[in-house]
């Protein structure tokens, strides 16, 4: 008998797999998609068999056997298998841990998987053939039988009892999966707005795959809408997946998915624990789970039959990875749905300029929703011009007025500030010295509250000094603001109402938000001061006044992304505002939205002001194709870091020397220190490549990535690339 070889995926940084021969007790169990135990080196991994065994040429020498096998049935399909190797080649990651990251850590561990019983039964040929000649004594199955003559039914509603292990026995009944059930709204839908029945009309034609960017304000019933068509799909006994951005957004769209499809709606996200999230990894995987909900990693779940993907909030950046496998949960949805021919929904009120450009092309197709359920179009952003006016915490004084003034009118009011702490500097008046982090190119930010120095980069912490270690006067001031001293600065001036700080700092016990939401909600807090925490989900009816501390900053950010990602937390914000009537049933001022600028005029506020983001996403997208970034161009990013400064640049023009020759249609950048050239110790460079073409771009990679760790000064380096990075930091 011939030997046979499997090629598995073991938790390594190298760019391949691995060969084993299967032992012969193994022959004829062994699958794709099952977890084995092999040798490597002289551990011993848990890897996953990518491919079914094949047979081994004469040469086998050299090869170690698979030494147990850990799974009965396939744990990964074929089909999470094939995303993984795309995805794998694409994001040139290697293959081992982009499998890995395909498992929830009991898995990985190599725990026993148990996939749960399936929870339907229902009758089969010789089942109901026995149904007819049954003598009339046997009462307990007879029935049984007779329940499951219309079709399948779940377990829980058949009558329990030794009738059953004899029906199954026999084999006159047998197990399905949740998919073949009968399946029932938990609620009556409300009946759609003339505006929501047009665009589910447009959804509706979506044959095989199909990416709609449904592109509607908060507030419009775009979830309504995913609700539409995961019902459709659950009838037919396919499974949906719906993606959010972070894991804040879940509990609410488990809560609503809950409420019209009852059981069957699962979670999937970090915040779970582990045990959690195997549950409901294997119930995707068995078809007991109908709906996900889950956050990025969600996307490579083992769905038994998927038919339809929702991606919320589809523009949000945590989409994609930051670090080691750096993927876009969106990106690989859409090859996914393709791979599939299933549907996809990408919704959001501030679609990403690359969807946007995938909709002008025709690549995507656009719906939208223009109105918001019963309630006025959300505010116009109007600038208040910082100018000459006198600042109180980087409060001006019209803001300030304004936020009395809906106070007093019975409002809400929210201020908007995208950093937390009290002040992003600390800084000597006597002899101007900074407060620097010595681990970065970067300033501590003063976190008062804590009386300490901290390092938004590095996360480096020291107590604040109480006089100037430069010259040693006791004159040390903050410069700038924070969400804490804006907080501070509204409830001096504001001492009568409750004023509530929304930022990572403040949240941190579980249930906290749900409280200061309960809060908001019932009018206790009548001034909201926050990060991005509250741009998003959240519905805030008696909210009448947002103000944006500052936008100065992203006008003028580094990165190439700032104006849009301004632009898009802007109008989120000010999507929260007057969204219904005010708080405790009185009638709530009509909603204004104020940002400060100290450039009112600037073109990208002025588009944003006057035409709201779809006039900024047109400006932007002009820019983008002026300058050939993306969406017009594409890009990939090699970082390298260490701590022996002159290395990164030196592996970097190595590097450079390797890929030039294969750099055909593609732009490569010379070596460059990073923006942030110092952090958490390391210096760090980046070499940009930059094409129009994805093909070049990616032909380029394949021949490189996996030979830099061959150049010498690879090393003491510690280097990584970024396909589509989502910022050149
Ligand atoms: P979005 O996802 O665009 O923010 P939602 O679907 O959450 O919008 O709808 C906003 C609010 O309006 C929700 O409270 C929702 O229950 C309600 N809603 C949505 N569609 C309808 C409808 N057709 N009839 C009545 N209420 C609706
Ligand atoms: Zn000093
Ligand atoms: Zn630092």
Redesign the pocket.
Known sequence: MSLELVAVAVPVPLYKTFDYLVPSRLRGRLQAGMRVKVPFGRRHLVGIALEAPREAGMDTDGYRHVEELLDEEALLTREVLGLARWAADYYRHPPGEVAWALLPGNLRRGQPARLPEDPGLQLTRSGAAALGELPSRKKALRSLLQALGPGPQPRSALPRGPALATALESGWVEPVPATALPFALAET?????PE?GAALAMLQEAAGFDVALLQ????????????RRVAEVLERGGQALVLAPEIGLTPQLVA?LQQRFGEGVAAFHSGMTDTERTKSWLRARSGAARVVVGTRSAVFLPFARLELIVI?EEHDPSYKQQEGFRYSARDVAVLRAQRLGIPLIL?S?TPALESLHNARTGRYRRIE?AA???RGAPPQVRALDLRGQLLQHGLSTPLLDKVQQHLDAGGQALLFINRRGYAPMLVCHDCGWIAPCTHCDARMTLHRGRRRLICHHCGMQQPTPSSCPSCGCKNLQPVGEGTERIEDALRNRFPMVRTERFDSDRLTKKGELEQLLAGIHNGDIRILVGTQILAK?H?FPGLSLVGIVSADQALYGADFRAVERMGQLVTQVA?RAG?SAGIQGDVAPPAEVLLQTHEPEHPALQQLMQGGYPALAELLLAEREATGLPPYSHLALLRAESTDAGLPLRFLAAARELLEPHAEGVMLSDPVPALMEKRGGFTRAQLLMQSGSRAALQKLLAACVTRLDGLPEARKVRWSVDVDPADLF
């Not at 839908?189 to 707005?193: A, G, V």
């Not at 509607?216 to 609700?227: D, F, M, N, Q, R």
């Open positions: 839908p409300p009946e759609l707005t929501q509607g304000v908060t507030g419009s019933g775009k979830t309504e809408l995913y609700l609503r919320d919704g009120a929703l918001r359920v019963g989900g519905d999507g969204r």
